[in-house]
């Protein structure tokens, strides 16, 4: 309780240790605090003895057992740049003149009880870089002068209740690297703002409301790494310009409501590992080219309408996952696919036959030369029924 009498004390770092309890009575007496880092130890009980710290540049108090409300006094603290409560369990709403003065740099209050909407003021001075306000329960959308953060490098959102049509700047913030909005009620279509996103490298938007079509412009986007954008509303093609991205490792698209066909481009996406496309409304032949993607060890193409044999490029990649069942696929499963761990993913396909796996037909002379070789056999015997004729 008397370190209330330090008046003059403007640091104090007691972060990484075992310590627990309440912050003291009187604690709110040191007036001259500039930075206090608590984080990582079993504190609890709640902030209010923090709402009289009015100079306070940095407060970093995550990985503790706080509760209760944040203090509203904090959107009052001219000074306060960094602000990290994380891994708490606060609730109620945060501060709505968060960012009102000399502008945040960086906020992560992730993994509370938190609620209400976002502040509207955090990149008032451009300067924020970080926002992470995942797993609480927010509502209500994103503010339209967030389109304005241009300093903004990861903005994570993700496991909140939040909604509304995201701003059209934002999709195009030129340093943005991580762009979370997954798990929420967002709605309308990603704006082709995206292709001016030159910094952006993951984009997870999986489990919202999203539709409309995926923009040409995505691939302009050329540092991406990850697209997560499952369980939406997304129609429309694949982009046929897919392939310009280069370094993408991941593409999950499952459970939307694409068409089309899968474009012959995404053979040149030549870093991917993991492409999930099932269940949509994809169709035709599944494109040679992607048996050239080398690193691929997870393909899911299952629930679709895909049609045609399975492209025995496939063989030649080391794939730990192949699911391409309930479509329209014919003709024989390649033998080098043909094995009991990718059994399930042939199944729906009544048209597949094996000469390996028990659970399919054996293939028949003309079914293992595949369909278009027998048309070519009926039309050579139909030429030749032709010539035999005009000789006699």
Not at 146 to 164: D, E, I, P, W
Not at 290 to 302: F, P, Q
Request: with cysteine; aromatic share 6%; net charge negative.
């Amino acid at each position: 309780h008397d370190i209330g009498k330090l008046k003059n004390l403007r640091l104090l770092e007691i972060y990484d240790n075992n310590l627990s309890g309440k912050i003291p009575f009187g604690f709110g007496n040191l007036t001259n605090l500039v930075q206090f880092d608590a984080s990582n130890n079993h504190l609890e009980g709640d902030l209010s003895e923090i709402k009289s710290l009015k100079n306070l540049q940095s407060l970093q108090l995550f990985q503790n057992r706080f509760s209760g409300e944040i203090p509203q006094e904090l959107g009052d603290f001219k000074y306060l740049t960094q602000l990290s409560l994380y891994d708490n369990k606060l609730t109620g709403f945060l501060p709505q003149k968060l960012g009102s003065w000399i502008g945040m740099e960086y906020i992560d209050v992730s993994d509370n009880l938190l609620s209400g909407p976002i502040p509207p003021d955090m990149c008032k001075n451009n300067q924020i870089t970080d926002i992470a306000l995942l797993n609480n329960s927010f509502t209500g959308s994103i503010p339209e002068n967030y389109a304005n953060c241009t300093a903004l490098v990861r903005f994570r959102l993700t496991k909140n209740s939040l909604s509304g049509v995201v701003p059209k700047g934002i999709w195009g913030l030129p340093n943005l690297e991580l762009f979370d909005l997954g798990r929420n009620q967002f709605e309308g279509s990603i704006a082709s703002d995206i292709g001016k996103a030159k910094s952006l490298a993951q984009l997870f938007l999986s489990d919202n409301q999203f539709s409309g079509e995926l923009p040409l412009e995505i691939s302009e986007a050329s540092s991406l790494v990850s697209i997560q954008l499952s369980s939406n509303r997304v129609s429309g093609h694949i982009p046929v310009t897919i392939g310009k991205l280069k370094i993408l490792t991941s593409l999950t698209l499952n459970n939307n409501n694409l068409s089309g066909n899968l474009p012959d481009s995404i053979g040149s996406c030549v870093s991917l590992t993991e492409v999930n496309l099932a269940e949509n409304s994809i169709s035709g032949v599944v494109p040679i080219s992607i048996g050239s993607l080398l690193t691929l060890n997870s393909l899911n193409l299952s629930s679709n309408e895909f049609s045609g044999e399975i492209p025995s490029s496939l063989s030649s990649l080391k794939l730990s996952l192949l699911d391409l069942s309930n479509n329209q696929f014919f003709g024989s499963i390649p033998d080098s696919l043909a094995i009991s761990a990718f059994k399930d993913g042939f199944m729906g396909n009544p048209g597949l036959c094996s000469q390996i796996l028990k659970n399919f037909q054996p293939c028949s002379v003309e079914s293992s030369g595949s369909r278009r070789t027998s048309s070519r056999s009926k039309c050579l015997r139909l030429i030749l029924g032709i010539s035999s004729s005009t000789m006699c």
